[in-house]
Every structure is written in C-alpha cells, then in structure tokens.
C-alpha cells in the first residue's frame, strides 16, 4: 500500500493528476514502467508537465523488459527527445539493437535536429502553391493530405507548429470553413432543396449548385485507417533491408489492389480499390493493380480485361499492372532457398491427411507429417521431381516448415506449391507446379515494396504466415493490415456464387443488371461517382459491414439528380383525343434538361392533337383528393401553357378504356392542381419512340440469403421469381431518339433510367432498350 502511495505520489510530482496518478499506479503494465522511467531520469522530487508526458508516453510503448528505459528517460529529461514522435522512433530504434549506438540513435530519432518557424512557414507556402488548385477544388477534406505531407517533409518539426501554420495558409487562400465544408449541412440543404421543388417541373426554378458524390479522402485519416505506419516505420529482420526498400520506393507509400482473375469485380472490391488507390493517394504514393493469378484453372482472359477497364471506369489509373505470374521464377528460386535453409519439405500425403494434421478443436490434436524432418537434400531432388513433372496431381506438395505448436489454424505447416497440369493464362505450359496464395501474397507484396498491404478481415489469421514467410527468406517485410468486407443486403457478392449464378442461367452473365458486380452496376446506369462515395462514406474499420442496398442507391439517385436530364415517358399509354385542335396542330415546347438549372440546357417537343398520357394518370371514378385527369377534371401537361380538360370517355366492346377526348383549355380555365407528363402521337414528328423498359427488384428474397435459418434451403432456393419485369412498349417523347448506350435519363415522375447495351441504335431496325437504375424516392407530381 506504501508503495502505490508513493508511486501515486511521484506519479503526482511529474504532472499526472491525482486520479490518473492512482490508476497509472495501479496499472500493472504501465505503472511500473514509467516508476523506472523517472526514477532513471531522476525526476521523481518532480519535472515539467512536458517531460512527464513524455515519460508517460514511453512507458506505454516501450517493452517492460527493454533494457533500454533509462538511456531514453534520460534522453528526455534532457530535453533531447522532445516530441513523441521523437520518443517512438527512439523506442523503434531500442527495439532493434543491444548496444546502443550515440551517433545512430541522435540520427534515427531526430536529436538535435531544430525546425526552425522560418522553415516552418517555408514549407507551408511552398506546399500551397504548389497543391493550390486541388486545395481551391477539394477545400477542408484536402487538409488532411496536406498535413501528412508536411509532416513527412518536416520528420520533427513541432506538429502542432506545423499544423497552426498550414491551417492559417489554407484560410488565407480559401476563407474559413463553410457550408461547403461541413457534409452534414450540406445534405441537409440538399434535402430541403429537393422538398422545395415543385410538385411539377413546371415552376420556374433556380439555379441548383448542389453537387453529390464529392470524393474526398477524409475516410483515410479517420480510425484505425489514419493509425497506420509510416514508411520506414515497420522493423525489419535485418536492419539492411528496410535501408534498400526505402532507396527504392523514395519513402512513398506503396499499395497494391490484388484480384484474383476468377471473376467480375463486385461493390467490395469497389470498397478495397478506394482503399488502396485511396491510402496511397492521400500519402502521396502509388498503387499497383496485381493480378493475383496463380490459379491457372478458374482465369480466364475475359476476367483480366474486365477487371482493368473497371478499375479505370471507378476512376482510378495503377501505377504499374502486375501479375503474380510474373514473379514465378523468382517465386520458385526463393522456394527453393526456403528448402536450403530447412524451412520447407516436400510432402506426399494426400489431402485429406494434411488436413487431418492441422487438427483442431473437433478434429484432434496437431500432428507432425512424417515428411516433416527429411534431409534438405532429399527435399531438393523432390521439388525438382515436381517441377519437372514426375509427380501427378495430389501425389507431392512442398509445404512450409512453419509451426506446428501454434493455436492459430492459419499457421502451420502451409503449403507452398501444389503439382497441377493446367496451362496457365500467361505461361502456358512452362509449368506444372504453381505456388500457393500464403506462399506468393506476401512475397509479391515484398517484391513490389509494398508499405501497407491492406486487405479483408479473413486474412487476419494468415498475419502470421505471412511475416514468418519473408523474416525465413530475410526479404523486405511489409505491413499487413486488415479492414471488414462490404456485404449488401439482398444479393450476394462471392465470385464464385456469382459463377455459379451465371453458369446455371439464373441471371444473364455478369454484367446481369440485377446483380452487384461494377460491371452489372455500371449496366443499370450507376456511376462511379457515386460507387465511391458510397463506399467511402460507408468507412473503414475491422467490422464486416452489410449496408441495406436502399442506402447504395440513394447515393446513385443523388448522383443521377444532379446529371442526368430530363424526357418524358409513357410506360403504359392511353391515349388523348385534344377534340378542340387542328388536325394539323403542332406547337413546339421546351423541356427543360433539368429544372432550376440552365447550365443543363433545353429539347424541343411537339404538342400535337392527339398525346398518349399515363393510363395511371386517369381515374373514371374521381373523387375530391384526387389531382389527375378524371372525366370532367382539368390536369395540366407539364411545360405545356394550358390544361386539358376530359369530355368524354371511349371504351371498346368489353368496357376497356381505349381513348380519353379531352378539351385545351385555351380561353383560360382554372389552375391546374398538378402536371402529368405526356408524349405526342404524331408520326410526322418521329413521335413517339418506342422503348423497350426493364426494371429491376432484388434478385434475393432475403436480406441475407446465406442465413441459413431465414433460408433453410440454401441461397439458391432465395431467388426472387419477379426480380425482372420487362415492359416491350413504352413511349419516349422524342428527347431521347439520339441516345447512346449508358446514356442516363429521368423519366419525369417516373425513375432514373439507362440506355442498355442490347439497344440496336444504329440502322433501320433501331431499338433503344433502357434498365431503370432507380426508381424517384418520392412520386411528388402524384396526387
Ligand atoms: N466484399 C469485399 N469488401 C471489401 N473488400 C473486398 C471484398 N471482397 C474482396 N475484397 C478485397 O479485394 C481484393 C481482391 O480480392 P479478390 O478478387 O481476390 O477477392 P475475393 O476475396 O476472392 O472475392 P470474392 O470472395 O468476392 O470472390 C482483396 O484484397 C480482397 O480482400
Ligand atoms: N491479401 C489479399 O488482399 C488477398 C487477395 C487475394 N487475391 C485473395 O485471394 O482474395
């Protein structure tokens, strides 16, 4: 008790305030630390509130059993280390050696080193000048970046210095924070913008300057995202290493995006290329696209191309394109120097056995494979047996001499290479072994110098295969960390599911617009734009996320709001005699391309004596809630001067409403209530034009169709039977007749559509067929 009273005591005297002083003593982990900490430092009769921090701030990093505390508590004491970035880079440099070395130390940790204000303010401006126009573009989200810049240039210039001085230049260029800056006001306003529009286009309206899907980067340096290293700040297992991969990357972050070619890419990739390319972005670094293709049996050429124009599509360009493949030969020299240094073997059980090796908590224990200790040379003439074909398949593995004490599944003896007679994409017949995922992911993340290889959650066990790989080649290790899975709900998005999904005719092919693969998406007229906000808005962290497929797309039908123009539609026609017309009446109108905002311009439609309106736009029984057209009720055509008002109902034989006649209430009639929208019936005017309209519900019942107690059958026996409903016939006015596929329209109170690639647009038998992307969140010119 003495004891922690004292502890609590000189916890006191250096700054910490009586109830941290108290739990700080009664800390296991840290308290004693720090105890030594200022007892080496002699500051226990008390010091400044900074140097206590300090001290603090090491014994929560160092290891208890360091037995270098005291040379680094004295080093702040005497003011040598004075900023924690300071004391983690001594704590680094401790980590790695016995005996210290001064110079070395005073080196790695910045000791002496003073950033002056002058250089301070020095850099500042020359970064604003230089990043001016992105800054005036992207405004507060780019001060993230900028800082990480600043702070990589100025290593230990004083943080908050360099921060109080880029904000103060940054306010100087673009003014202090706005509505602009703050994403929540800005959709609000949005929102009340939407709510003000009126019912009908038909008000004069004024300019919209709301963009949706601004990208920004702050989803980088929020969470554990914004934690990570920096380069050059992983250990190594030979300090000559780290020294070679930071001549050759020039201290940039590397990523890398890694899809194995066996498939279409879906919104989660979508999520882990703005992660990547995102991380690399905002620190200034570059990004790989690596075609993860050592397995030769399920890639086929059509997969790779798809991939690449996909990833450009998102709007992102690789530094480099790489293949696993093309490291082969390195892969397979370095099996062969794992074999040397007796840390693989070659193996000849077959595979149920090796499984029944790893053991686990219903399986047994772990146990040896009695190929485990051959001699290195024997080893060696196998590997060559396989590589040069002696072995069929299943009948030899080399596998990884890892451990097979470990609790972790991920971490045993793994294998290395598989014997496997398939002709590569890449490299035909050059070989008849292929390495494994856990043997070629992590070497190709070194090869490449890759600093951060960012990846799904179900890597987390494979953490330590993967640096026990490169620390037993004592090649460049790089940092592996993981992020959750994206998951949506009402579809599934595994590529092998999605394979199976095509294969067996439930959906078209992969581009199926009812699926979630880009390309699918891309189909139904999402836009990247708003894919990557969404993904970066749904954020980072370890958790997998199934986000309700309805917030997707209200991000695409903000997007949409913003760009796509204006027609009107008919999707289910009846048609309108305008009894008070010329036969030959024609009047041209203007349709605006999009409401309150000119900059999207104008198209011209003819108004002719007979029209084609909604058929669920007219109600034979009217009653007085009722807006539309209804038999002696007066309904306006949107961007068209004067109502109509209906005079007389036509039906056929069996009492089917066939024709509304109606009168143009040109003399000046009451106000309407509300606008329909309307298509004319005029073949001299090309109009209308027909289009065929296919529209989409969930291709799934349930949200989660992998949840076996809501779907006891499996998720095949999920499959939504109305997932497409396909109307042949609609109307377009002639707005729409130019089109080109992915074209994007509002259909005016109907939806958000998409000109789809099965249009015949060129040639005398022409077809425009569109998918509805979505439909308009509020019908608002109803009722
Ligand atoms: N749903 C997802 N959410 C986020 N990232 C993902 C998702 N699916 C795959 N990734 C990441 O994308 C990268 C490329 O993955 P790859 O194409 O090999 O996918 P995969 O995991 O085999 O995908 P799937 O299981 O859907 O077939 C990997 O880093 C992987 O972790
Ligand atoms: N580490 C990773 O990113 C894994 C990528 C790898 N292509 C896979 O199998 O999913």
Redesign the pocket.
């Known amino acids: 008790m003495d004891n922690i009273d004292e502890l609590v005591r000189i916890f006191q005297n250096v700054g910490l305030a009586e109830k941290k002083a108290i739990e700080t003593a009664n800390n296991k982990k840290i308290g004693p630390i720090f105890s030594t900490a200022i007892t080496e430092a002699g500051l226990q009769e008390g010091c400044d509130k900074t140097t206590g921090a300090l001290l603090y701030f090491l014994a929560g990093k160092i290891p208890k059993d360091s037995k270098h505390i005291g040379y680094i508590a004295k080093k702040i004491a005497s003011k040598d280390l004075a900023s924690n970035d300071q004391v983690q880079a001594a704590v680094k440099y401790v980590a790695d050696v016995d005996e210290i070395n001064e110079a070395k130390f005073n080196e790695e940790c910045g000791v002496g080193v003073v950033v002056t204000p002058e250089e301070i303010q020095a850099a500042v401006k020359n970064l604003l000048e230089s990043k001016k126009d992105e800054l005036v573009e992207k405004r507060y989200t780019f001060v993230g970046p900028l800082l990480a810049n600043l702070r990589q240039q100025l290593k230990w210039a004083n943080a908050l210095m360099l921060k109080e001085e880029l904000e103060k230049g940054v306010v100087a260029l673009i003014g202090p924070k706005d509505d602009r800056d703050d994403p929540k006001k800005k959709k609000a306003k949005a929102k009340k913008e939407n709510k003000k529009q009126a019912p009908a286009a038909q008000k004069k309206q004024a300019g919209n300057t709301s963009k949706a899907c601004q990208l920004n980067l702050d989803f980088i340096f929020e969470g554990e995202l914004s934690k990570l290293h920096q380069p050059g700040g992983n250990k190594q297992i030979k300090e000559s290493l780290m020294e070679e991969h930071l001549k050759a990357t020039g201290k940039k972050v590397y990523t890398r995006?890694?899809?194995?070619?066996?498939?279409f890419?879906?919104?989660?990739?979508?999520?882990?290329?703005n992660?990547?390319f995102g991380y690399a972005q905002a620190h200034g670094g570059v990004t790989y696209l690596r075609y993860?293709d050592t397995n030769p049996e399920a890639e086929e050429e059509k997969y790779f191309t798809s991939?690449l124009e996909t990833v450009k599509w998102l709007g992102f360009k690789p530094w480099k394109i790489t293949y696993s493949s093309d490291y082969f030969d390195q892969l397979y020299e370095l099996a062969v120097d794992l074999v040397k240094r007796g840390k693989a073997y070659v193996c000849h059980c077959t595979g149920e056995e090796i499984k029944a090796q790893r053991g686990g908590e219903d399986k047994g224990p772990r146990y040896d494979c009695p190929h485990r200790d051959r001699p290195i040379e024997e080893n060696l003439q196998e590997f060559q047996n396989m590589k040069d074909g002696k072995y069929k398949e299943g009948e030899a593995t080399l596998r990884m001499k890892m451990d097979m004490q470990n609790p972790n599944p991920q971490f045993w003896d793994l294998v290395a290479y598989r014997v496997m007679y398939t002709k590569h994409y890449r490299t035909g017949d050059k070989w008849c072994i292929y390495p494994t995922y856990d043997f070629t992911h992590c070497i190709c993340d070194s090869i490449e110098n890759i600093t951060h290889s960012?990846?799904?959650t179900?890597?987390r066990m494979s953490r330590d295969s993967y640096y026990w790989l490169v620390d037993a080649l004592e090649i460049y290790k790089p940092v592996q960390w993981?992020?959750?899975?994206?998951?949506i709900t009402n579809t599934i998005?595994?590529?092998?599911?999605?394979n199976k999904l095509v294969s067996e005719k439930i959906v078209n092919d992969w581009d199926d617009p009812r699926l979630f693969t880009l390309p699918a998406l891309r189909r139904r007229g999402f836009t990247p734009e708003a894919i990557n906000a969404f993904v970066r808005d749904v954020g980072v962290t370890t958790a997998?996320t199934i986000i309700n497929v309805t917030r997707l797309e209200n991000y695409v039908r903000d997007h949409l709001n913003d760009i796509a123009p204006r027609i009107m539609t008919i999707m289910d026609p009846l048609k309108v005699v305008i009894t008070n017309l010329a036969d030959d009446f024609v009047q041209e109108i203007t349709v605006p391309n999009k409401p309150r905002d000119e900059s999207m311009g104008s198209h011209k439609v003819p108004f002719t004596k007979t029209i084609y309106i909604d058929r669920s736009d007219f109600r034979e029984q009217d009653d007085p809630n009722y807006y539309r057209l209804a038999p002696n009720k007066t309904v306006g055509l949107l961007y068209v001067e004067k109502p109509i008002t209906c005079t007389e109902v036509i039906k056929d034989g069996e009492g089917n409403i066939v024709e509304i006649r109606a009168k143009y209430e040109d003399q000046g009639a009451k106000k309407p209530k509300t606008f329909i929208q309307w298509v004319a019936d005029s073949p001299k005017h090309n109009s209308p034009v027909e289009i065929e309209v296919r529209e989409y519900s969930n291709l799934f019942l349930h949200e989660n169709p992998m949840d076996s107690t809501a779907v006891p059958g499996g998720w095949l026996s999920d499959i939504n039977p109305n997932s497409l409903t396909v109307i042949p016939k609609a109307f377009a006015e002639v707005g729409i007749k130019d089109c080109k596929v992915e074209d994007k329209f509002q259909f005016v109170r109907v939806g958000y559509f998409c000109v789809d690639s099965d249009s015949k647009l060129d040639g005398d038998s022409k077809k425009i067929v569109v998918n509805r992307t979505v439909s308009l969140k509020e019908d608002s010119g109803k009722n």
């Open positions: 995006f890694p899809p194995e070619p066996n498939g890419l879906h919104i989660g990739h979508a999520k882990a290329i992660v990547n993860d991939i960012l990846c799904t179900e890597f993981e992020y959750g899975r994206l998951s998005l595994s590529k092998r599911k999605l997998n």
